[in-house]
C-alpha cells in the first residue's frame, strides 16, 4: 500500500519561510525520484521541484528558483521543500509524488496534500 503523507504546511506572511515534509512507505523509496506539486484555485497542478534518486540532481520551476530546496533522507524515507521568502503567489495545495521512471511524470494517486497560505 503505497502512502504518501505531506505536512508541514500552514499560514505565513509573505517573506516567511516554512519546511514540507513527506513521509513515504509503500514502496522502496530509494528506487524513485520524487517531486512537489503545487495547485492554486482554478489552475492546473504544477510541477515545482523534483529530486533524483540519491537526490544529487534537482531541478525547480522558474518561478521558485532560488527560493525552494528539495531534499530527501532516503534512510527515513522522506521528501523536503524548504521554502523560502514565500510570495502570495505560492499559495497552493503541495502534493508530493514518486515520478514514473523515464518520463517522470506522476506515478499512482494524490494524496491529501498540504495547504500552504501565504497572506497579509
Known amino acids: 500500500q503505497v502512502q504518501l503523507v505531506e505536512s508541514g504546511g500552514g499560514l505565513v506572511q509573505p517573506g516567511g519561510s516554512l519546511r514540507l515534509s513527506c513521509a513515504a512507505s509503500?514502496?522502496?523509496?530509494?528506487?524513485?525520484?520524487m517531486s512537489w506539486y503545487r495547485q492554486a484555485p482554478e489552475k492546473e497542478r504544477e510541477l515545482v521541484a523534483s529530486?533524483?534518486?540519491?537526490?544529487?540532481?534537482?531541478n525547480y520551476a522558474d518561478s521558485v528558483k532560488g527560493r525552494f530546496t528539495i531534499s530527501r533522507d532516503n534512510a527515513k524515507n522522506t521528501v523536503y521543500l524548504q521554502m523560502n521568502n514565500l510570495k502570495t503567489e505560492d499559495t497552493a495545495v503541495y502534493y508530493c509524488?514518486?515520478?514514473?521512471?523515464?518520463?517522470?511524470?506522476?506515478?499512482?494517486?494524490w494524496g491529501q496534500g498540504t495547504q500552504v497560505t501565504v497572506s497579509l
Open positions: 509524488a514518486r515520478l514514473r521512471p523515464l518520463f517522470n511524470t506522476p506515478l499512482g494517486s
Open positions: 509503500g514502496f522502496t523509496f530509494s528506487s524513485y525520484a
Open positions: 529530486a533524483t534518486r540519491s537526490g544529487d540532481s534537482v
